[in-house]
């Protein structure tokens, strides 16, 4: 059973940057995707960042794209997610996320990961 634990969040104003972290352990085979998820109060789960762990290869959902960099260190056990120019739409709290399988990969379903953290707050202020 995969295990992922987020950190990183914290407080920041707007304009700010912050880089969180997903300890990535517990696996036999390494999940084939992992991602960042966020859910802001009142609002659906969403897909912020995806990385495809054998590749490299990184997708963007429309809220991070060109603020955002996901990235993964090179043991390939930590995930990170650079978040630059924050701003106030950007308050959540954001999960870590690994899908087992190709199948188990995408930004748009919430029920395709396999593993889930706990997740990280961030909180942008004016």
């Known amino acids: 059973q995969v295990q992922l634990a987020e950190s990183g969040g914290g407080s920041v104003q707007a304009g700010g940057s912050l880089r969180l972290s997903c300890a990535v352990s517990?696996?036999?085979?390494?999940?084939?995707?992992l991602t960042w998820f966020r859910q802001a109060p009142g609002k659906e789960r969403e897909g912020v960042a995806l990385?495809?762990?054998?590749?490299?290869?990184?997708h963007y959902g429309d809220s991070a794209k060109d603020r955002f960099t996901i990235f993964q260190d090179e043991a390939k056990t930590t995930l990170y997610l650079q978040m630059n120019n924050l701003q106030l739409e950007d308050t959540a709290i954001y999960y870590c996320?690994?899908?087992?399988?190709?199948?188990?990969?995408?930004?748009?379903?919430?029920?395709?990961?396999?593993?889930w953290g706990q997740g990280t707050q961030v909180t942008v202020s004016a």
């Open positions: 996320a690994a899908g087992a399988r190709r199948w188990n990969c995408g930004l748009r379903d919430t029920r395709l990961a396999t593993s």
């Open positions: 517990g696996y036999a085979v390494i999940p084939f995707c």
């Open positions: 990385l495809y762990t054998g590749t490299g290869a990184a």
